[in-house]
C-alpha cells in the first residue's frame, strides 16, 4: 500500500527538469532506462508504487512513471520520446499542442490553454483513478514562461476544483535577478505567483541564479549548461519524496510537510536546501559529520533560491536526512543550531524544525540532507519581481501582447497588489 503522487510537467523548463528527475528515481529505485528492474536490493522496488505503475503483461515486470507531460509547442516533448527515455512513459501521456505559447501568460492561461485543458485533466483523471490512495500531484513549471507559467496556473485551479482534499505541490523556476530569459518574465512571474498564493499547498521555489553559484563555485564546473541545473534540482525533489518511498526510523510525506511548515496559508513558499555539494573529483575525501551537514544546510551557499536568509527569521524548517544518521545525532545538532542563531528564528514558535530520517541514502553518496525551510526572506524575491513589475506596467510597456488574448488591465492591478499582501 504506498500513497502515490501523480508527477505533471507542464512547459519547456518543466520537461527538461523531469526528465532528470526521472532519471535520478530510476537510478535509486533501481531500474534501468526501459523501467525494468536490474538492481539486487528489496528495499528498492518494495515502495516503488509512490511515482510508478508496474505492469505485469508478459515478460518481466515494467515500471511506467505516474506523470504527465504537457507542452503548447511539440520539440520538448519530441526530444524526450526520442531521446533515451523515450520507451519509459506511457505513450498517451503526452500532450503537446502546435502553436506554442510564445512567452505569454494570457495565451497559456486564457486562449490556447483553455482549449487544451480538458484533455489535459482527463489524462489526469485516468492516471489518478488506477491509484489506490492519491497522495497528491507535484507539478513542475517555470513561471518565466508562457505555458508553465500560464498553463501550470490554470491547470492548479482546476485541480484545486476536481480533488479539494489532495495535496497540491508545485517545483516552480521562478526568474531570477541577474539570468534573465525573457524580457516580459514579470508579468508572467507576478500573474503566476497571484494563482500559486490562492490554489496550492507547497511552492517550493528554485532559482537559475543561485543554482549557477552553486554550480560554478561548489561542484566546480566552469560552464555549466541547463543539464547540470536540472541535476541540481532533481536531487532536492528525490530528497522531499524520499520518506514516501523507502523505510526510515521517521517518516514524512507530503501532508506532514506541509503540517508543520505552513503556519498561515498564504505563506507556503518554501526555500529548499540540499547538502552536501562538492566537486566530483573530491568525493574520496569526503566525511560528513551530521552538525556539518546541519551546518551546511542553513547556510546561504547551499541555498536553490537567491535570496538571504541572514535578512529574514525562520519561521519554520524542515530537514530531512539520508543515509545512515542516527536520530538523537540529528536532534541535538539541530538544537545546538537553534541555540546558536537563535535570533534567526522567529520565538512564537517553540520547536520550529522537523526531522525525518531516512535509512537509504541517495546514489553514490553515503550521506545526505535536504531542507524546507519558510523564511520572511523570500520577500526579497516577491519585492524584486514586484519592482520589475511596477517599472514596465508604469508605462504600460508589452500589455498590448496580453489584451490581445482578452486579459483586462484590472488583472494585472490585482495581481500586483495581491502580492504586496503576500509581503
Not at 517599472?391 to 489584451?403: C, G, I, N, Q
Request: charged share 20%; with cysteine.
Amino acid at each position: 500500500m504506498s500513497r502515490e503522487i501523480i508527477n505533471i510537467q507542464a512547459g519547456q523548463a518543466g520537461n527538461q527538469v523531469g526528465e532528470s528527475f526521472w532519471r535520478m528515481l530510476l537510478a535509486e529505485h533501481g531500474l534501468d532506462e526501459s523501467g525494468l528492474y536490474v538492481g539486487n536490493d528489496p528495499l528498492q522496488t518494495e515502495r516503488t508504487g509512490v511515482y510508478f505503475t508496474q505492469v505485469d503483461s508478459h515478460g518481466p515486470t515494467k515500471y511506467v512513471p505516474r506523470s504527465v507531460q504537457i507542452d503548447l509547442e511539440s520539440g520538448v516533448c519530441d526530444h524526450i520520446r526520442a531521446g533515451p527515455l523515450g520507451g519509459l512513459f506511457r505513450p498517451d501521456t503526452y500532450f503537446t499542442g502546435d502553436s506554442g505559447a510564445g512567452n505569454n501568460w494570457a495565451k497559456g492561461y486564457y486562449t490556447e490553454g483553455a482549449e487544451l485543458i480538458d484533455s489535459v485533466l482527463d489524462i489526469v483523471r485516468r492516471q489518478s483513478e488506477s491509484c489506490e490512495a492519491l497522495q497528491g500531484f507535484q507539478i513542475i513549471h517555470s513561471l518565466g514562461g508562457g505555458t508553465g507559467a500560464g498553463l501550470g496556473s490554470l491547470l492548479l485551479s482546476k485541480l484545486r476544483e476536481e480533488y479539494p482534499d489532495r495535496m497540491l505541490q508545485t517545483f516552480s523556476i521562478l526568474p531570477s535577478p541577474n539570468v534573465s530569459e525573457t524580457v516580459v518574465e514579470p508579468y508572467n512571474a507576478l500573474l503566476s505567483i497571484h494563482q500559486l498564493v490562492d490554489n496550492c499547498d507547497l511552492t517550493i521555489c528554485i532559482d537559475n541564479e543561485a543554482l549557477y553559484e552553486i554550480a560554478v563555485r561548489t561542484l566546480k564546473i566552469k560552464t555549466p549548461a541547463f543539464g547540470d541545473l536540472n541535476q541540481i534540482i532533481s536531487r532536492v525533489m528525490c530528497g522531499v519524496s524520499t520518506s514516501l518511498r523507502f523505510p526510515g526510523q521517521l517518516n514524512g510525506d507530503l501532508r506532514k510537510l506541509g503540517m508543520n511548515l505552513i503556519p498561515f496559508p498564504r505563506l507556503h513558499f518554501l526555500m529548499p536546501s540540499y547538502a552536501p555539494f562538492y566537486d566530483p573529483k573530491a568525493s574520496a575525501f569526503q566525511k560528513m559529520s551530521v552538525p556539518e551537514l546541519t551546518n551546511l544546510l542553513f547556510d546561504r551557499r547551499s541555498l536553490l533560491v537567491a535570496c538571504d536568509p541572514r535578512f529574514g527569521r525562520y519561521l519554520t524548517a524542515a530537514c530531512i536526512f539520508r543515509g545512515k544518521v542516527s536520530s538523537i545525532d540529528a536532534e541535538t545538532s539541530i538544537a545546538q543550531l537553534q541555540r546558536k542563531n537563535s535570533s534567526l528564528f522567529v520565538e512564537w514558535i517553540p520547536d520550529n524544525v522537523s526531522v525525518s530520517l531516512c535509512s537509504v541514502p541517495p546514489v553514490g553518496q553515503a550521506q545526505a540532507a535536504v531542507a524546507l525551510a519558510n523564511s520572511t526572506s523570500m520577500q526579497e524575491l516577491f519585492m524584486r519581481n514586484l519592482n520589475q513589475f511596477s517599472v514596465m506596467f508604469k508605462r504600460r510597456a508589452f500589455l498590448h501582447w496580453y489584451t490581445g488574448e482578452g486579459m483586462d488591465l484590472m488583472e494585472f492591478s490585482e495581481a500586483e497588489s495581491n502580492t504586496r499582501d503576500l509581503v
